[in-house]
């Protein structure tokens, strides 16, 4: 049986997308902060899963993580992600502490886990699946600190790409989604499209294994639901 970590599963992406695997028959370990909307989560996506609440950050979390992956990963899926103080400030007020902070979450925990995980993926010819965001490339405002975590998320997939050829490395905007974050952003979030789309578009990513890259979510194909 295959196996994927996905961070931050509680909710949104992430809790959709491992849906999607599951049905896949995929074996999930998913961690969230929220012991309880993780547990609440468990109970929706059905099938195989080992959930272990903590935060990304902590390497004793971490620690948990590859224990519960004992038989090594086929899929690491990095979507836990933070927006960092809110509202959210312009560059000029954005504190560095919480800057700091929010690469803890978005930049460098991504990598110790990629670096925990990697002899492993290695080994099994895996995948890394990174979920970075448009607000890596554009300027829009107030978005400079989480925007510049994404874009040290890109550049380190891209650069990882190139170090690890025997592994699939995707960095993917996943495009607006009716989601908690977009919604603490200040965003429009009703009138986004559900995260359940995105995931159908990521799974059918993982299924055909294209090359190393950058991808949007809007310009990748979803297998219909009556081809499963």
């Known amino acids: 049986m295959r196996t994927a970590l996905i961070t931050g599963a509680s909710r949104g ?16 370990v998913v961690d969230a902060r929220d012991a309880d909307a993780l547990s609440a989560a468990v109970r929706e996506i059905g099938g195989s899963v080992t959930a ?26 990095n979507n836990a992600s933070t927006l960092g103080p809110a509202p959210m400030p312009r560059l000029a007020e954005l504190p560095v502490a919480d800057l700091a902070d929010t690469f803890a979450t978005n930049v460098l925990a991504p990598l110790a886990l990629v670096q925990d995980f990697l002899p492993g993926l290695r080994e099994r010819g895996g995948a890394i699946l990174n979920v970075t965001s448009d607000a890596a490339t554009e300027n829009y405002e107030t978005w400079g600190g989480y925007g510049s975590s994404k874009a040290a998320l890109e550049q380190l997939s891209n650069i990882l790409a190139a170090e690890e050829p025997g592994v699939a490395v995707w960095w993917v905007d996943p495009g607006e989604m009716n ?19 995105t995931a159908a578009v990521l799974r059918r990513l993982v299924a055909d294994r294209p090359p190393s890259g950058r991808y949007r979510a809007a310009d990748l194909p979803a297998e219909p639901a009556a081809a499963r």
């Open 52 to 77: 272990v609440a903590g935060d990304v950050t902590d390497p004793a979390h971490r620690a948990d993580l590859v224990r519960a992956a004992d038989g090594g990963l086929d899929l690491l899926v």
């Open 13 to 28: 992406l992430g809790r959709a997308l491992a849906r999607e695997l599951a049905r896949d028959g995929w074996h999930l």
């Open 179 to 197: 989601t908690a974050m977009l919604r603490a952003a200040g965003e429009d979030a009703d009138s986004a499209p559900p995260p359940e789309r």
